[in-house]
């Protein structure tokens, strides 16, 4: 056949032989059958000449009108009067008068076809010309002709009142003088109308209804004469001879008809065939025990299922309790699965996917970052050069959650990189509650092909949080410090404490300060000072001990390797020609790759910077330092304290004893002097450079009041550090798994790249037998089990698979191992082709079957019709998710017959499209109808089935055909089919709309080729043919779309109306 078009011609259960049932040979329909072709043969006198034809001569024997008679076959031909009957008894009001023309005109078409079926015998004179017309036009006249003759009394009174009197329709309670009334409101043609058909359609029901039985019972009485006249053997000549001959020709026929019988016989005792024996019906339950407790369902417990069914348990059952938690549908690759949980009864919900990411942690103490700007280097030693990652994303413990973060990847060799840089204002880095230890997250979108060894971390943090300060004078403050004692002293100190200096050793370290002032003069520490020229005892010193490069400090940091009795320069030269005080050297980048320790060359004086800072680096060594330590080296008398009382007192003696200076002379004095005095100048300069240079003179030593000591103040002060690497522990998360220790190998866990079913378990112990109730929407290919085992995913022993690999609904009966993982257990279904489609899973199941049956195949027992076991403790429900199977009785010996003869023809092999059809029928019972088409590269069955029986069906074919033949068993497409239809005359639209359906689900036979107009000619054909159906105003037939190879019509939406059509008597 063309692909595309309809198949409707099925070979059907239904359809198939029963028996080798003869013939049964009936007198009375030969003589009627003869008597009809008598018509058309010629009959001779004595002399040999044309002298008519013989339906005068045998119709005129009173046994053939009997015959003819007898064999009207009254109940099929009066059908559609009886129907017409009870619609008529049945109308509404409005519906009188097109009811009344239905029950006429299908009275007298009776009569019509009676009279052609009798016409024989009319003609021979045994009975009248239209003798059945006449009887249905005489019965109508009964009825018709007084209420026809009443009604015209009753109009023409009304009519007459209506011209002579004003107050016409005070008339008597008739019911014609109400229907004038109505007809003058109304019009007077449609009330007497419907006046009239009101009152005649029940008495012309009861008359039509009477006309049938008439006929029915002189049929009846026409079939006995005719066995009488039979047995008296009363014909005429040539009627005798007739008779006389099919008399012997039914004998024969007897004779005959046993041969076939005594066949099957032979080849019943040779086959040995026996029936079927009978298969009982059954039901799959699941038990609900009340929480905690633990029954057991005995085997034989007695479990009703409605009013006439009565089952029985087959087996004992230990109730667990256990819980469906949720079915987890993993994808092929590994990298989505979709979770569905469970309804009270078991059925699954929509399953909602989600990525299925495999997912490595990397989690170490020196993670716990609480703030700062913060870089995070971690270096995975790899087995081979690696290549760049791609799909990988990166995230972060944190109080809150994961946090994504932005992933820097570089290779170096066989190592490879990642770099992450947290902003200060990122959140802090807290242990992760799973793990209890701060991690880093990574998660492959894709595959990761890289082999690990080892892992380690750098971190590095700028602006370290939650410094703990405190000083000569006491606990201070990171915002507010007086460094070194109040007053400070040589030896005073500054400590900061804080966790990250206690942990591991530090590789780096950046103390950065900032002072709330500094000396604002020119030459910094030389200006504030200048006025210091004695020691505390008021001796004139040598030198001034204080410049900007006298102050020093020593600095003891956990930097392996640092000299802690280096002296380093306390402040920092100011830049020049900057506005602003800042130091003209930036601090070293804790997070640069680069790093330099080298303090700032400080001069002695110049411009002071407010800001200052103290660097320490190591690359070997030991520490024993767990703080940060500054401490004041030089000056010995630090920033003067001690000295200042004396210089005071010594300034203030020499400005006594010293006389004040004049007034200064104005500026037009001052340039005179300077212009006078110029060739003097120059004289004396050229003669220096001939004359010896003289001693020099010690400049006077100025007298000028001291500043009071500078006290130094921080208002700010900053720590930054680079711990040294150290280990990363690996964990591997595999999806919806527990992290689990990894050591050397894949960096992450390797997915399953494979289809899986996984049903995850609760409330259930180690050793323990499970019995699960799967449901099956559809079959798949046969998997293998696992369950996760504390050593990871490991095979699964089934004790008994009651579902052939998924592929129908059963119970699957396992016992759960010892070495389970904690928590739920997990058992998976992994597939390498197809899934099955699983509707629902249910705990604690067990079989049951129907505790009687006969000989007629028995009612399924619908779903949810078990709910519970009155004799059963401590279990509160029984759930039934599917109805029974239904169950068969013991083979017929009629069907018996009908196989033995079916393989008597096909020998057992599928060689011919007869041969397939037959064979599936009776090996496959449950299947309603098949077909077989022979196409150019095999032939393929078409089965109404799901997946499982189709393969059942296709291995069964296959063994049993030729080695080379190619047998595909196919589903056919469903393609609906849309009738939209407007009728006129019909009163019972349901009935139509049932033989409509009907027609297009089971009935059509049409061409395979057939479409959408073919499909509309056979509806067409049909209401034209239905009782109920006078006019087709419209109808409309479409095909659903849809293109497959083999299709087949099943009713879509059928929408038949009923529409005011012509009044017809």
Known sequence: MTEGGLITRWTHQRDRQVRFAPDVFRVDKMLAATAHHAATVPFHDEDGNLSGNWDQILGADQSFALALLATADLPERGKPLAQAIAQARAAKPNEASQRITTLVESMLRLARDLDEWLAPAQTGGRMDRGWAHGLAESALDQVLAPQLQRLFDQVADAEETRLVATTWWECDAEPWKATVREGEVRGISRAVERAWAQRLIHELAETADGFLEDMAGASTRAAAALEERLRSGAHEGHAALIIAFLEIFRHAQVELGTLPERVLDYWLDQLGAEPTPARPDRVLLAAVPRPGARP???????????????????????????????????????????????????????????????????????????????????????????????????????????????PCWAVEGDFLLLSVLLPDAFPPIVPQAEMGSPALMLTARAAVPVQIDRASVQVSVRDVPGLVVSTSAGQASETAAAPFGTPPFAGGWLRIDHPALAGPPLERLVLRFEWASVPTGELGFASHYHGYVVDDEGHLLDQTPYDNAAFTVTLKAPVPGWDATRQLPLFAPATLGCALPVAAVPPPDILSASFDDAPTLMPAEGRVATNSWLAASGASGVTDADHVLVTLASPLEAFGHSLFAANVQWATEAIARTEMPGRRPGLIRRLLRALLGLPKTIGAKLSARQSVKPDPVQDAIPIVLPNPPFQPMLSRISLDHAAAAQPLTMFHVPPLEAPTKAGAGPLFPTPLVQSALEVVIDDIGAATALTLLWQVGSAGSPPGWWYLSLQGWAPLPALEDGTAGLSASGILRVTVPADIAPGAFRMQARFTGALPKIVAVLPDAFPAHRSSYGTSALQTVAAGTITEAVSLQNVTALVQPMPSTGGAPREADEAVRARVIERVRHGGRAQSRWDIERMVLTAFPEIVRVRVVPGSAGVTVLVEADAQMRAAIAGWLNERASPFAKIAVTRPLSVPVDVSAELAGAGDIAAVERAVRALIEDELSLDDLAGAEEVRAAILRLLLAHPEVQTIERLRVSLGEGFSPWRVPVAGTISIAAVEGATQW
């Open 296 to 406: 057991e369902v005995p085997k034989g417990l007695i479990i009703p299922a409605g009013k006439d069914a009565v089952f029985v348990a087959e087996e004992r059952l230990a109730v667990t309790g256990a819980k469906i938690v949720e079915l987890r549908v993993w994808a092929s690759d590994g990298l989505s699965v979709s979770r569905a949980a469970p309804d009270e009864r078991g059925v699954f919900a929509e399953p909602v996917t989600e990525p299925a990411l495999p997912v490595v942690m990397l989690t170490s103490p020196a993670l716990a970052l609480s703030g700062g700007t913060r870089r995070l280097q971690v270096r995975l030693d790899c087995a081979s050069t690696p290549t760049l990652p791609e799909g990988v994303t990166v995230a972060v413990s944190t109080a809150s959650g994961w946090v994504d973060v932005d």
